[in-house]
Each structure stands twice: as C-alpha cells, then as structure tokens.
C-alpha cells in the first residue's frame, strides 16, 4: 500500500513538476498584466493591499515542497525535491525583495521627478 501511494504521489509530482517548469522557463506575459489590472481595480476601488506578482520560482519550489514532504525523508527523490525547492522559494524572496527595491528606489523617483517636470 505505501509502495503503490508513494508510486502515485511520484507520478503526480512528475506531472505537475513538468507544468510548472514550463512556466518557470517560458513566463506568461498576460499573468503580470492580469496582475496589474487587478491591483489597478483594487486601487480604485480604494482597497490598500495589492496583489503581489506570484514569482514562478516561488510556485515550482511550493510544487517541490509539497511533493518531496509527501514522498518523505526516506526517498531519495523526496530529500532531492525538498532541497531544491528551499533553494527555490529562497531565488522567489530575494527576486520580491529586488522588485520591492527597485519600486521603491528607482521608479518613485522617476515618477516624482516627472510630475515636476
């Protein structure tokens, strides 16, 4: 029973894995303007909080997470999916740390120095 669970969890991790690496590698441009038309209604709206963009290093390492701690510490392929996903969702903070700082550094400042201009 556990042979043929783990068996199954493996051929769904492969499966999903493969999705989101394909995501990974090849982004979807409509996402982020999705994204932003959402954060634009919000805004009018008068909602503070914004949606912030979903990095797809984030999503591909939460998919090796959740698989390896399924398959668990006794399978090679569950230690190998939970070290790389770490690794993973480690690349997705700094990258929102990097938009954060860039959005707050360079374009505020583009932007005011626009509108005095």
């Known amino acids: 029973m556990e042979m043929e669970r783990k068996i199954e969890v493996t051929n769904k991790s492969v499966f999903d894995l493969l999705s989101k690496t394909t995501e990974y590698l090849q982004p ?3 996402s982020r303007a999705k994204l932003n038309m959402l954060n634009t209604v919000s805004k009018i709206r008068g909602q503070v909080k914004t949606t912030g963009y979903p990095q797809t290093e984030g999503l591909l390492g939460d998919c090796m997470l959740r698989y390896g701690q399924d398959l668990g510490e006794d399978s090679v392929f569950g230690c190998a999916l939970v070290d790389v996903g770490e690794a993973m969702r480690q690349m997705a903070d700094v990258k929102d ?18 509108t005095r201009t």
Do not use: Q
């Open 28 to 30: 979807n441009p409509a």
């Open 97 to 114: 740390s990097l938009d954060i700082s860039v959005n707050k550094t360079l374009l505020t400042r583009c932007r005011l120095y626009r």
